[in-house]
């Protein structure tokens, strides 16, 4: 009998990290005009959804990292799941000095690795701090200390994955062509679209990473991270009404909706825990 091999357990190493700025949505008529910058894929869509692996966060503050993980799991199976990696993650994409994730680190998250990435987000607008600094709960006397950090570090950021941005509002049809592609899509969106699909009566408005897995008869498939008492399951469907409303977190928080979109590079697959500096996680 043929001796079956197990894929080893991947353990991520940290790195540093760094900012969050978020691009708003634009109007449907707009959405088969543009998306030729866009990722081509390897056609492995099947009606329905992308087989994405659901992981529940275990804070309030790294559901950006859990969505990285999610959709790297998906590209390569030897990644593990765990707690530790949701953490180390988050040390790769947190927006310094806040604790929520950045859409720039989330693509150069992926670029580092190996993968093709782009980041769909308007640039340019006037961003709103204050949403930021209510989540963090920033005192009032070191708001222009954190203003001023935050603003710095996120132009070096800006800068080093300038060649993988798309500079204008995502659209619905960015994500159909993303999924038709066999590519998930890592969306900003507010959660309280996602919240109250999952049955939650009075949820709250705050910025929320989520991946796009399906478009199946005109509702998007959902992999939600949020793990709390009383919500029902993480995998979800949302109209795409619903989704468009959801993404437009520049109208409620002042931060504009982001896109990234993620694909494999035929000669750069993350497959062995020996490549790009992974680490096998020893039991």
């Not at 910058?37 to 959804?49: M, P, V």
């Not at 994730?101 to 340019?124: D, H, N, T, W």
Request: charged content about 30%; glycine content about 6%; some cysteine.
């Amino acid at each position: 009998m043929a001796q079956v091999l197990k894929r080893p357990r991947v353990q991520l190493r940290s790195k540093d990290a760094a900012h969050l700025s978020i691009a708003r949505l634009a109007s449907r008529k707009s959405d088969e005009k543009v998306g030729a910058e866009l990722i081509s894929g390897n056609g492995r869509w099947q009606r329905g959804r992308l087989r994405v692996p659901l992981y529940r966060q275990t804070t309030d503050f790294t559901c950006g990292a859990c969505a990285a993980l999610m959709v790297w799991r998906y590209f390569a199976r030897n990644v593990e799941l765990s707690r530790r990696n949701e953490f180390l993650i988050w040390t790769e994409t947190a927006a310094l000095p806040f604790k929520f994730s950045s859409p720039y680190r989330i693509a150069e998250f992926f670029i580092k690795r190996g993968f093709e990435a782009k980041l769909v987000m308007k640039q340019g607008g006037r961003t709103e701090l204050e949403a930021p600094f209510e989540c963090c709960l920033v005192d009032a006397s070191e708001r222009g200390l954190f203003v001023d950090f935050f603003q710095r570090y996120n132009r070096i950021v800006k800068r080093r994955i300038a060649s993988a941005t798309v500079d204008r509002e995502p659209t619905l049809s960015d994500m159909r062509r993303s999924l038709t592609n066999g590519n998930p899509a890592i969306l900003l969106v507010d959660s309280y679209y996602t919240a109250k699909a999952r049955g939650a009566s009075k949820p709250p408005h705050l910025p929320h990473w989520i991946v796009v897995t399906g478009d199946d008869s005109g509702e998007f498939c959902i992999n939600d991270s949020i793990a709390e008492k009383g919500l029902g399951t993480g995998k979800i469907a949302l109209k795409g009404s619903v989704l468009r409303e959801a993404m437009d977190t520049y109208h409620r928080f002042r931060w504009p909706s982001a896109l990234i979109v993620v694909a494999m590079k035929t000669r750069a697959l993350p497959e062995t825990a020996s490549r790009r500096g992974f680490r096998q996680d020893v039991r």
